[in-house]
C-alpha cells in the first residue's frame, strides 16, 4: 500500500466545499492532490497550466465531479467496532445505558483476535462509504487473546486514518465496578502494554495514518490511580487521552456517590482536561463543566444517534460551542447506534439539536463544520478537515442527481445534511482513492460480511450456551 501513486485532478464538482478560514464554497470547483497532499484548490477554469498539461500527457488522473458536491472527508471521533457484531441484540434493545452495558458485557466476553479485526474491517467499510475519511475506535476489553493490534491491522487494511485508542477497564464488579470481572484487567497490565503499543504503532507525523489514544473506559469501570497514571504517561508519551463522561443521569449519580463531584470536576481533578483530551457524550455535562471544558480546549465527541437510542438525552453542544468547547461527531459504537452512517450522524445531530434547542439552534453549515474542522480539532489534528493546500488528502464527493435530492439544487451544501442521507460517491484517504462509483476499490465486501455474520451468530450462541459452545 505504500506504491507510489498519480496525481489526481477533481474537477467540475458543482460545490467544493473547502471549510478554509473564509469557509469557500466554489462552484464549478476543482482540487488537485499530489501525494498525500492537497497542492491546489479553485474554479475548474482556473487550474493551472502544469496540471492541465499532465492531464493531457498521462501524467495525472482526471476524475470528474459534476452533479456532486465535494468536501473535506468526514472526521468520527467516537466507536466501538467491535460491536458491529452485537447490533439489536434482543436483551438490550430498550435498555438504558448501564442495564445495556450489564446485558452485553456477556456477549463481549466471548471476543476473538478474528473477531476484532473482522468487526473492525466491517464498521469501517460502513464508515467510508458514508463519507468518513479518519476514524477513532475505543476498545477497551482484550479477552481471549485478543489485542489492540489487531485492529490496527484491520484499519491498514482498509487504507482508513486511525486513531487506536487502548481502552482498559480495571474496576470489576466484585470491586464495585459496572463491568465482570472477567473483563477487567490489572492496571500494570493496562500500562505496559500502553507503552508497549505507542513504541510499536503511534506517528505523530504530519498526514499520519495511525495514532495511538489512551482510554480508560470510564468512571465506572477503572480507578482514580488508573486515570491519573494513564494521564501521566500519555502527556509523557505526546499521546491524546479519551474516555466517556456524563453520559446520563446514571453516569451523574454514580459520579457524586463514588467521588463526590460531578464527572466535569472528577475530569479536572484527575488532570484529565486539556487540548489533548476529549470526553464521549457529555449529554449531562452541567454549566460550570461546560466552562472548565471551554477555558482548558477539552473536546467532546457527539454521539448524537446513541445518545437517542439508549434514550441519555440531548447533549447541548450549542452551549458548548458558544464557551469554545471543541465538538466533534461520533457513531458510536455499533451495539448503542445499530448504524454507523456518519453522513447520517450529522443530519440526526442537525435535528436533535433543533428538537432540543429550537430551529436556530444549529444551522447545516455548522453540522458539516463539526463533523470535519470539528472533529480535527477534537482528535487534536491540524492536518485534515479543511481542503487546503498543504493539507492531508482527504475528499469525499456526494452524487446529488437521485430522487432524494431531487428539488434541493438551489443550495446543494445544505441539501447533503437537510434531505435522505446519501453514500459517499468517492472517497479519497491520504490521496488515494478508497471508494469509486458509491463501491470500495481495494476490496470484495461480501466475503467480509459472510465472515462478518457467521462470527456474529457465533458470538452470540456462544454466550446463549455456553456449555455447548
Given at each position: 500500500?505504500?506504491a507510489?501513486?498519480s496525481?489526481?485532478v477533481?474537477?467540475?464538482?458543482?460545490?467544493?466545499?473547502?471549510?478554509?478560514?473564509?469557509?469557500?464554497?466554489?462552484?464549478?470547483?476543482a482540487?488537485?492532490?499530489?501525494g498525500?497532499a492537497?497542492?491546489?484548490?479553485g474554479?475548474?477554469?482556473?487550474?493551472?497550466?502544469?496540471?492541465l498539461d499532465?492531464?493531457?500527457?498521462?501524467?495525472a488522473?482526471?476524475?470528474?465531479?459534476?452533479?456532486?458536491?465535494?468536501?473535506?472527508?468526514l472526521?468520527?471521533?467516537?466507536?466501538?467496532?467491535?460491536?458491529?457484531?452485537?447490533?439489536v441484540?434482543?436483551?438490550?434493545q430498550?435498555?438504558e445505558l448501564?442495564?445495556?452495558?450489564?446485558?452485553?458485557?456477556?456477549l463481549?466476553a466471548?471476543?476473538?483476535?478474528?473477531?476484532?479485526?473482522?468487526?473492525?474491517?466491517?464498521?469501517?467499510?460502513?464508515?467510508?462509504?458514508?463519507?468518513?475519511?479518519?476514524?477513532?475506535?475505543h476498545?477497551y476489553?482484550?479477552?481471549?487473546?485478543?489485542?489492540?493490534?489487531?485492529?490496527?491491522?484491520?484499519?491498514?487494511a482498509m487504507?482508513?486514518r486511525?486513531?487506536?485508542?487502548?481502552?482498559?477497564m480495571?474496576?470489576?464488579?466484585?470491586?464495585g465496578?459496572?463491568?465482570p470481572?472477567?473483563?477487567?484487567?490489572?492496571?500494570?497490565?493496562?500500562?505496559?502494554?500502553?507503552?508497549?503499543?505507542?513504541?510499536?504503532?503511534?506517528?505523530?507525523s504530519?498526514?499520519?495514518?495511525?495514532?495511538?489514544?489512551l482510554?480508560?473506559?470510564?468512571?465506572?469501570?477503572?480507578?482514580?490511580?488508573?486515570m491519573r497514571?494513564s494521564?501521566?504517561l500519555?502527556?509523557s508519551?505526546?499521546?491524546?487521552?479519551?474516555?466517556?463522561?456524563a453520559?446520563?443521569?446514571?453516569?451523574?449519580?454514580?459520579?457524586?456517590?463514588?467521588?463526590?463531584?460531578?464527572?466535569?470536576?472528577?475530569?479536572?481533578?484527575?488532570?484529565?482536561?486539556?487540548?489533548?483530551?476529549?470526553?464521549?457524550?457529555?449529554?449531562?455535562?452541567?454549566e460550570?463543566?461546560?466552562a472548565?471544558f471551554g477555558?482548558t480546549g477539552?473536546?467532546?465527541?457527539?454521539?448524537?444517534?446513541?445518545?437517542?437510542?439508549?434514550?441519555?438525552?440531548?447533549?447541548?453542544?450549542?452551549?458548548?460551542?458558544?464557551?469554545?468547547?471543541p465538538?466533534?461527531?461520533?457513531v458510536d459504537g455499533s451495539a448503542?447506534n445499530?448504524?454507523?452512517?456518519?453522513l447520517g450522524?450529522?443530519?440526526?445531530?442537525l435535528?436533535?439539536?433543533r428538537?432540543?434547542f429550537?430551529?436556530g439552534?444549529l444551522?447545516?453549515r455548522?453540522a458539516?463544520?463539526?463533523?470535519t474542522l470539528?472533529g480535527?480539532?477534537?482528535?487534536?489534528?491540524?492536518?485534515i478537515?479543511?481542503l487546503?493546500p498543504g493539507?492531508?488528502?482527504?475528499?469525499?464527493?456526494f452524487?446529488?442527481?437521485?430522487?432524494?435530492h431531487?428539488?434541493?439544487?438551489?443550495?446543494?451544501?445544505a441539501?447533503?445534511?437537510?434531505?435522505?442521507?446519501?453514500?459517499?460517491?468517492l472517497?479519497?484517504?491520504?490521496?488515494r482513492?478508497?471508494v469509486r462509483?458509491?463501491?470500495?476499490?481495494?476490496?470484495?465486501?461480501e466475503?467480509?460480511?459472510e465472515?462478518?455474520?457467521?462470527?456474529?451468530?457465533t458470538l452470540?450462541?456462544?454466550?446463549?450456551?455456553?456449555h455447548?459452545?
Amino acid at each position: 500500500m505504500g506504491a507510489a501513486h498519480s496525481p489526481l485532478v477533481l474537477r467540475h464538482a458543482d460545490v467544493v466545499v473547502t471549510m478554509d478560514a473564509q469557509r469557500r464554497e466554489i462552484a464549478d470547483g476543482a482540487v488537485v492532490v499530489n501525494g498525500p497532499a492537497i497542492e491546489w484548490v479553485g474554479p475548474t477554469a482556473a487550474l493551472p497550466t502544469p496540471w492541465l498539461d499532465a492531464l493531457a500527457n498521462g501524467a495525472a488522473q482526471a476524475i470528474d465531479l459534476r452533479g456532486h458536491v465535494l468536501m473535506p472527508g468526514l472526521v468520527n471521533t467516537h466507536h466501538h467496532m467491535y460491536q458491529s457484531l452485537t447490533r439489536v441484540v434482543p436483551q438490550a434493545q430498550d435498555a438504558e445505558l448501564f442495564g445495556w452495558l450489564t446485558n452485553l458485557y456477556l456477549l463481549w466476553a466471548g471476543l476473538t483476535p478474528e473477531m476484532v479485526r473482522v468487526s473492525t474491517q466491517t464498521a469501517m467499510a460502513e464508515l467510508m462509504l458514508s463519507g468518513c475519511t479518519t476514524t477513532s475506535d475505543h476498545l477497551y476489553l482484550f479477552p481471549n487473546g485478543a489485542r489492540l493490534d489487531d485492529s490496527i491491522d484491520a484499519a491498514d487494511a482498509m487504507g482508513m486514518r486511525f486513531h487506536a485508542a487502548r481502552g482498559s477497564m480495571s474496576v470489576g464488579r466484585s470491586a464495585g465496578g459496572l463491568p465482570p470481572d472477567s473483563v477487567v484487567e490489572t492496571e500494570a497490565q493496562i500500562l505496559a502494554d500502553s507503552e508497549r503499543l505507542i513504541a510499536r504503532w503511534h506517528d505523530a507525523s504530519r498526514h499520519s495514518m495511525r495514532r495511538i489514544v489512551l482510554a480508560p473506559c470510564s468512571p465506572f469501570s477503572v480507578s482514580r490511580d488508573l486515570m491519573r497514571e494513564s494521564a501521566v504517561l500519555a502527556r509523557s508519551q505526546g499521546v491524546s487521552l479519551h474516555t466517556h463522561l456524563a453520559e446520563n443521569d446514571n453516569d451523574v449519580t454514580y459520579s457524586r456517590e463514588k467521588f463526590g463531584m460531578t464527572p466535569a470536576e472528577y475530569a479536572e481533578d484527575l488532570g484529565w482536561v486539556g487540548h489533548d483530551v476529549w470526553h464521549a457524550h457529555c449529554v449531562k455535562l452541567d454549566e460550570p463543566g461546560i466552562a472548565v471544558f471551554g477555558r482548558t480546549g477539552t473536546g467532546v465527541a457527539h454521539c448524537p444517534c446513541s445518545n437517542m437510542r439508549l434514550g441519555s438525552g440531548i447533549a447541548p453542544v450549542g452551549a458548548m460551542r458558544r464557551a469554545g468547547v471543541p465538538v466533534g461527531l461520533g457513531v458510536d459504537g455499533s451495539a448503542s447506534n445499530d448504524g454507523a452512517h456518519m453522513l447520517g450522524e450529522v443530519r440526526q445531530a442537525l435535528l436533535l439539536q433543533r428538537v432540543g434547542f429550537g430551529p436556530g439552534a444549529l444551522t447545516a453549515r455548522e453540522a458539516l463544520e463539526i463533523a470535519t474542522l470539528g472533529g480535527a480539532r477534537v482528535l487534536g489534528r491540524d492536518d485534515i478537515g479543511a481542503l487546503v493546500p498543504g493539507m492531508s488528502a482527504d475528499l469525499v464527493a456526494f452524487d446529488l442527481r437521485g430522487v432524494a435530492h431531487a428539488g434541493a439544487g438551489h443550495d446543494p451544501v445544505a441539501a447533503l445534511v437537510f434531505c435522505q442521507s446519501a453514500n459517499a460517491s468517492l472517497s479519497v484517504i491520504n490521496g488515494r482513492v478508497r471508494v469509486r462509483n458509491g463501491r470500495l476499490v481495494d476490496m470484495e465486501i461480501e466475503p467480509l460480511l459472510e465472515r462478518h455474520r457467521a462470527l456474529a451468530r457465533t458470538l452470540y450462541e456462544s454466550a446463549r450456551h455456553p456449555h455447548t459452545a
